[in-house]
């Protein structure tokens, strides 16, 4: 069978279980299977038996909705390469726009930086790697994820810790140009709606926050406000449904000045900046 048409029959197979993205995903599990990038794949003559058999068992897993990134133990998150996979949150597209803005933030030698709930360490290496002059630091609650991170930030200089996020740096109180937080926040009201590649493989600890997923956010308006400088800046993502909600925690602790949110190019609000009261 050619590459072409093991995609094609594949993604027929993606799309009937309601995969989103059938014809990419069937793409990067075969490019993995044949240890290829994607767009090499028309180069190929022919798929052998034994990769197709294995190919197979992914598309499978794949219908099942187990996450694409789980199958080939790796996600992209802006230029860096991340080892993902069970017990720690996938990185979202959406969350690259948080860390843009926050690697927007880091101008002077040596800003220092906070990634709290660091997960997989996406945010702090995506900073690193854009920002090497930036002091960064981490914080993960949960070991497995920890260990994910411990990997993924390896021989980068960030300083990653295994803790609370919201009692976590007591050293850096005052110091701190810049922190950036992808918390938990979905609603627990928005179970059903969860897609099931979330809801069943990434941790739980990773979703929710509380009944209106806005339990860590409040933390965040709190414990932010120790760690900067003044002046200094926060940036936390949120749900689509929150962009009225975020700004007003922040607005409301009278500490904060350019409470703003921001949207993404589909017009969805998707993170709240603020900056420390001078
Ligand atoms: C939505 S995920 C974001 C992970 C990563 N920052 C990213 O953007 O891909 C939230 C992360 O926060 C962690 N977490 C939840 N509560 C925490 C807490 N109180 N302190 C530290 N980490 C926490 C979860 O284990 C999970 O890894």
């Known amino acids: 069978m050619t590459p072409r048409e093991a995609v094609r029959r594949a993604a027929a197979r993606l799309a009937a279980a309601g995969v ?12 993995h299977v ?10 190929l003559d022919d798929v052998s038996e034994e990769a197709a058999e294995r190919y197979d068992r992914l598309i499978a897993r794949r219908a099942a909705r187990e996450p694409l990134q789980h199958l080939t133990g790796e996600a992209w998150f802006r230029h860096v390469r991340l080892e993902v996979g069970p017990g ?12 843009g803005w926050a690697i927007d933030q880091v101008h002077d030698d040596p800003d220092v930086v906070v990634d709290l709930c660091t997960g997989s360490g996406a945010i702090a290496r995506a900073i690193v790697d854009e920002r ?9 609650l949960d070991e ?12 980068t200089g960030v300083d990653l810790r295994l803790g609370d996020a919201f009692t976590a740096f007591d050293d ?62 926060v940036g936390v ?14 607005a409301a602790t009278g500490r904060w000045v350019d409470v703003r949110d921001h949207h993404d190019l589909a017009g969805r609000a998707r993170f709240t900046t603020a900056r420390l009261a001078p």
């Open 20 to 31: 989103p993205s059938p014809e990419h995903d069937a793409g990067e599990l075969l490019a």
């Open 132 to 140: 090497p002059q930036a002091v960064v630091h981490a914080v993960e």
């Open 34 to 43: 044949l240890g290829t990038g994607r767009s090499q794949l028309p180069l």
């Open 237 to 250: 993502e949120h749900a689509d449904v929150q962009g009225d909600s975020v700004p007003a925690i922040f």
């Open 88 to 99: 720690v949150f996938t990185p979202r597209p959406e969350t690259e726009l948080l860390a």
């Open 172 to 233: 850096l109180l005052g110091q701190v140009h810049v922190v950036v937080c992808n918390p938990p926040y979905v609603p627990l009201e928005a179970w059903e709606s969860v897609a099931p590649e979330a809801r069943d493989h990434d941790p739980h600890l990773a979703l929710f926050s509380g009944q209106d997923g806005l339990d860590s956010i409040r933390r965040l308006a709190v414990r932010g406000a120790q760690l900067l400088r003044p002046g200094g800046v």
């Open 144 to 155: 497995l994820a920890h260990g994910y991170a411990a990997r993924n930030l390896a021989g």
